[in-house]
Every structure is written in structure tokens, then in C-alpha cells.
């Protein structure tokens, strides 16, 4: 299974949720989505909660998550400087 576009299914829009990005249609922030996901929810607990969701929506907000932590990542590393240490200052 390819990743989801979550970009046909996150809106993020200054009147909704002051910016934070929603699934589109239903005003769940994907924060929500997947915080209740890491403290142990599943993903059809979240949709008993939230009968709105789909199981898509629960993919693509694990998807929006991975893309904006994978860009955040690149922009760090292009403007910080490597504070790692090298293999070679271990011995």
C-alpha cells in the first residue's frame, strides 16, 4: 500500500482551529487524531469517538504527521550545525 495523499483530505485554514490542520469536513484537528494514537487509542476507538472519521482519515493524518516531521528534520538540518559526534572522536 502506497502513502495516502493527505493533501486531498487535510485542510488547514486560519478560521478553522486557528490554523491547525483538520481533516476536511469534520473540524478534527490531526493533532487529536494522532495523540490519541500514541497514548494508546485505537484506531477504531478514535471512531467510536469521532463517527465522522474514516479509517482513511486516521491514515492520512499518520500521513500529514510523517511529512511535516520529515520536513521539519530538513530544515534543521540545513541550518544547524552537527553537534554529533563522529565515529572516529569516540576512540
Do not use: F, N
Not at 500500500?1 to 483538520?22: A, F, K, N, T, Y
Amino acid at each position: 500500500m502506497g502513502r495516502l495523499h493527505w493533501q486531498e483530505r487535510i485542510v488547514v485554514s486560519p478560521d478553522l482551529h486557528h490554523g491547525d490542520p483538520c481533516i476536511k469536513g469534520t473540524r478534527i484537528p490531526v493533532a487529536m487524531i494522532v495523540g490519541s494514537l500514541a497514548d494508546g487509542m485505537t484506531p477504531d476507538e478514535i471512531q467510536a469517538a469521532y463517527p465522522q472519521l474514516t479509517a482513511e482519515d486516521i491514515q492520512v493524518a499518520l500521513a500529514y504527521a510523517a511529512d511535516a516531521y520529515a520536513s521539519h528534520r530538513a530544515r534543521i538540518r540545513a541550518t544547524a550545525p552537527c553537534t554529533c559526534a563522529r565515529a572516529s572522536d569516540l576512540s
